[in-house]
């Protein structure tokens, strides 16, 4: 009788410190709520493990008075313990072993569902923005020398700039002049062997086209 009066006076001092609150119900959505009813749910269920740790480990009496608090953190629950300094020093160590396996034995349960498909967001794919046509007319006309640019392209061939860039170009007619170059250069490219210096190249207008003149034109 003794022995039975001290595991019920330490399931009383073992369970001291935990606040037990009502299950929330399935619509809430609070996570931390869930979390502890889970808590809650465990420690009922080691409840049997841990009454029974006292005469586990022949607790002396009187019932040393011991506080147990279960924490999830880490995708992990722990176990805190307060008060084992009024449990006898030669029985300390196999009292917590003792209780964390009671808790522990209650967490090792595995489950699982089936596979769900998820409903991913996507970045929104840019618009792509037109570029119009190369008008080799367009290209060439031009009022003032600052209508003409040189870039390396050269509309419908992929060998432009092998000595210097030299296509001297009306600047509305550059971004079309470059994606003529590029549908050229997506087959395999046959540009003929070159043995010349590199050359600078100036745009200018004359006569109402751009051409390219030799040097940085200052």
Do not use: W
């Not at 449990?87 to 964390?100: I, S």
């Not at 994606?179 to 590199?198: D, F, I, Q």
């Amino acid at each position: 009788m003794r022995m039975l009066s001290n595991l019920a006076s330490f399931a009383a001092a073992a369970a001291a410190a935990v606040v037990f609150t009502a299950a929330p119900s399935r619509a809430s959505a609070d996570p931390t709520q869930n979390l502890k009813a889970h808590l809650e749910r465990v420690l009922a269920d080691a409840s049997p493990g841990l009454t029974a740790c006292g005469n586990v480990v022949g607790l002396p009496s009187p019932a040393p008075t011991v506080n147990l608090r279960l924490v999830f953190a880490g995708g992990k629950i722990k176990v805190e313990l307060i008060g084992m300094e009024t449990v006898v020093k030669a029985k300390r160590r196999a009292l917590e072993k003792c209780l964390r396996a009671a808790v522990a034995a209650q967490t090792v349960a595995k489950a699982d569902i089936d596979f769900r498909p998820l409903m991913l967001e996507t970045a929104t794919p840019p618009v792509p923005v037109p570029v119009p046509g190369y008008d080799p007319v367009a290209a060439a006309a031009c009022t003032t020398a600052s209508d003409c640019v040189i870039i390396c392209e050269v509309a419908n061939s992929c060998c432009g700039g092998q000595c210097g860039c030299r296509n001297a170009i009306n600047k509305s007619q550059v971004e079309a002049a470059k994606a003529s170059a590029a549908a050229a250069c997506k087959t395999a490219p046959r540009c003929p062997a070159v043995g010349c210096a590199l050359e600078q190249y100036s745009a200018s207008c004359v006569q109402g086209k751009c051409v390219a003149r030799k040097g940085m034109g200052f």
